[in-house]
């Protein structure tokens, strides 16, 4: 488990901070970004076990970065779990069916997100 | 300055200037002799003068009032008034007042033309148009107005059936006496007359001016008809008794002839018999007495005493048996007599003796009686010579008539009539003498006339010379007669005929008018309020064609009142892909009474001339009226609210969206110290960081509730339709809740309809409203069970959830499905939550075609039920 590298999305710094610290008491490797375009960076950089993506950010949304990675055959094995404050924006049913593998809605519990973590990279 | 003038103006302007031409042209007339300019044709009347006058006088009258210059206006109106009294004074009572002559001594002499006189009824409309002018002056008081009103409607109904009697030559309507007509030009300026008055208060809508134009109209029209009726019985009346007195005078002349016969033959008969003496002769012509008229006939000889004097001894008694002489009384000795007998011997024919004569008739019984000499010669012939004549006179036959078996044989040989008759002798210039009378009718004599001057009402007066003498007749029809041949109720039963008639046409116009009125101002006003709505307001006929269509409507759509009229609303503002949906609920509505959209508030889309599409609510309800349909609407451009509601839905997203972020890193953050990972914390600490945390949990949840429902009220909801089995998702849900129920001691059943198909719902959806009203049922009932049950009733799905809670109060029933209310009722704690669920259920279910509702005993516990129809095909 520990090792496991997980970048971490949000345009929110309180965001990255909070969950990045969580994340590294757990042992993950949290490689925060700050915006989607940097997300997509960290992510074809790092190559990392599993992507947490918030949904509204700069440049690029948390939508258009997972579909950036399934479209990369280099990157599509790459989970990717969104974590969103607009449930109303986007259908998120069909969006977790054909490019994100799980969501959130943000405030979640720690334990949830933890689960899907899990779920994902053990 | 411009100035502004209505028809109605235009038309007085013009009257009033007609008039003052009609006065003008005919005074020229008259003063040049131009007979043209006065009288329109050789057959027509000529207008008087002070006729034209008066019409110049109301005409310049008219023009000071209507300047302003009221007193002036005044004065002339009193003179017009003035003229037309003083006529009909002259003609009522045959004094000359002299106003024929008013300002002008010029009289035509052309035969065509009648001088002097102006007609009556002109004189009638003279004064009612002289007080219409001084009725004018007042005009700002309403007894003034509506007394020229009268006075105008007067004499415009006099013009007007004068002018026509004109055009339909009827005299009587024109012509009131024989001799006095009315000019037609006179007629036609009484028109404008009448005009002039009635137009500055003529109102079409008033219920009162019509109808008394009409009863005025009908008046004189019903009077004119009774004039002429009356007339016309007059002149067979008068015919007949011409005809009948006529006859009368010819068969008394043929009577008194028929004595002088008598007379001339008895003298032939006294020659014959020169042997018999007087007394001998006597007795012969006693039995002639009676015969024929003569009440008696004398023997008077020619006697001449000593002195050579001729004496004419009229017998008055009958000598008495013993003696051969009686007294007598000489004719001679009357000098009037005595000249009239000695013409009679020289003429050598028989005469009418002077009416004094009569007193010497023996029977008094019998007067009045009249004389009659027949002059008798020697030798039987009337020699030729005066002289001869003289010398052999022998004497006269005087034979007594009365006048009562003259006229009872002359009238006796003509048919009865019972007509008076009156004879005076009026034989010697400037004396008339009272012969007699005869009742012919009933004989009650109203009175004897002496002068037959006297004698009113239909009669005839001849002078005739019967033999020597001037007799006058007079002949009165009795009021037999006059039954008889003459006057008849007919008029005046055709005249209370037509005026009934008149008063129930004028009486019907004003109730018809007046009811007109007030519908017509009902219907203004409800006109008005539909005009000036807010809303649009549309009305449909049976075929969808537009047949209203107020302000409102024409700036929301774009099309004018007039341009939507009569077409059909679907070709107007219903936008393409509705049209047919439109026309085919119309007509199914038409044909079964199903209605599909009536009597709701529905929100659709609208198309703008312009075409674009706007959303709009409205609502529509029929009528059925006259057998058809029409169908009504408001509609209200909800454009705006929908942009607003637009706009509140995105802050809220935003909102919701800003507050989440911070909650989930406030509630990481105090799960962070919570699990101790950030070092060791107390029981106290760990304690009221749970509490910080419940409370962000709790607000989470608000958020969720708050954006479902704008979710659900911005219609966001969408729906995944699919075919499921709705007993397994029920069955699904229940088991979801069983610990729950456990742990509250619950009991869940459920009762499903085995019979019950797949069908098309949304599975999440249906999945969330059973969640919402098990968790409800779960929540509030204390103990006991909960059972849900499932039912196939025709083509819906029953679903009922049944609780054994409190219950609730049939009133608050209806606030169960509306947004944030929550009832706090027996159980007098607040369970928790928004209070959305039971509205969202609701949206949920009415977005499956279905319905969802409550029935509950208070204190008993509740069932929540919900319908689903049992669609099996996708909706296209």
Known sequence: MSGKKIVLADDEPDMLEVYGARLSLLGYNVIPAANGRDALAQIRAQKPDLVLVDYKMPYLNGLEVAEQVKSSEELKHIPVIM??????????????????????????????????IRQFIG | MKLKI????????????????????????????????????????????????????????????????????????????????????????????????????QFMSTSSIQTGHMAPNTAVCFVLSGTGLLASAFRERRDCSILKFILGVSIFSFGLSAFLGYLLNAQIAY?????????????????????????????????????????????????????????????????RFKFDVANKIISIRYEVE???????????????????????????IKTTRGSRDFHTIQWVPRIINEESRERFPVLYSNPPADKNATSGFDYASMPGVLKFIEQSRDQGISLILEPESSMFAEDSRQKPVFGMVEPVYKLGETPDTILDRRNHLMGFLVGFVPFRALLENALALIIHQPIDVYIYDVTSPGSRKFLCRYPEGDGSFKQPFDDPDQIKGLHITETIHIINRKWMISFIPTSDYLTAYGRTWLPAIFFMGSMIITLSISAFIWNFMKSKAKVDEVRARFEKVIETANDAFVSLDEKGA????????????????????????????IPAELKEKHTHSLKRFVATGTPTILNKRLELKALHRDGHEFPIELTVWALHENASYSFHSFIHDISERKETEKIKSEFISMVSHELRTPLAIIKESISIILDGLTGPVNERQTKHLATAKNNVNRLAKLINSVLDYQKLDAGYMRFLMDENALNQTIEEVKNGFQTVAKAKGLEILCEPDETLPLFLF?????????????????????????????????????????????????????KLFQSFSQLHTSTGRNIGGTGLGLVKSKKIIEGHGGTIGVESVYGKGSTFYFTLPLTKEMPA
């Open chain 2, 258 to 284: 028929t004595c002088q016969q008598i007379l001339n033959s008895l003298r032939g008969l006294y020659n014959a018999s020169t042997e018999v003496t007087d007394r001998e002769f006597l007795q012969f």
């Open chain 2, 175 to 239: 012509s009131w006496t024989i001799e006095k007509p009315m000019a037609m030009q006179t007629a036609f300026g009484f028109v404008l007359t009448g005009i002039i008055f009635l137009l500055p208060d003529w109102d079409r809508n008033n219920p009162v001016q019509l109808p008394l134009l009409v009863f005025t109209m009908g008046t004189i029209l019903s009077v004119l008809f009774y004039r002429s009726f009356n007339a016309s019985e007059n002149e067979f009346l008068n015919l």
């Open chain 2, 6 to 105: 209505s028809p109605s103006k235009t038309v007085q302007i013009t009257s009033t200037l007609l008039l003052l031409m009609l006065g003008l042209v005919s005074i020229a007339g008259w003063h040049l002799k131009k007979i043209s300019l006065i009288q329109i044709g050789p057959d027509f009347v000529a207008i008087q003068y002070n006729t034209a006058l008066a019409f110049l006088f109301l005409a310049i009258g008219v023009i000071f009032i209507y300047s302003g210059q009221r007193k002036i206006g005044c004065f002339w109106g009193a003179l017009v008034a003035t003229i037309g009294f003083l006529t009909l004074i002259d003609h009522v009572s045959h004094l000359d007042l002299g106003i024929d002559y008013f300002l002008t001594k």
């Open chain 2, 762 to 814: 949304d599975r999440d959806k249906i999945i969330q409203v059973l969640n919402n009203l098990l968790n409800n049922a779960i929540k509030f009932t204390p103990q006991g069970r909960v059972v849900i049950r499932s039912e196939k009733k025709d083509e819906t799905a029953i679903v009922s959830v049944r609780d054994e809670g409190p219950g609730i109060k049939p009133e608050d029933f209806s």
């Open chain 2, 546 to 573: 537009v047949t209203e269509w107020n302000r409102s409507a024409e700036l929301a759509f774009g099309w004018t009142r007039a341009e939507a009229l009569g077409k059909r609303l679907a070709d107007l503002i």
């Open chain 1, 83 to 116: 974590l969103t404050a607009s449930p109303g924006v986007i259908n998120l049913d069909t969006a977790e069916k054909h490019l994100i593998d799980a969501y959130l809605i943000k405030p979640f519990e720690t334990e949830h997100l933890l689960e899907k």
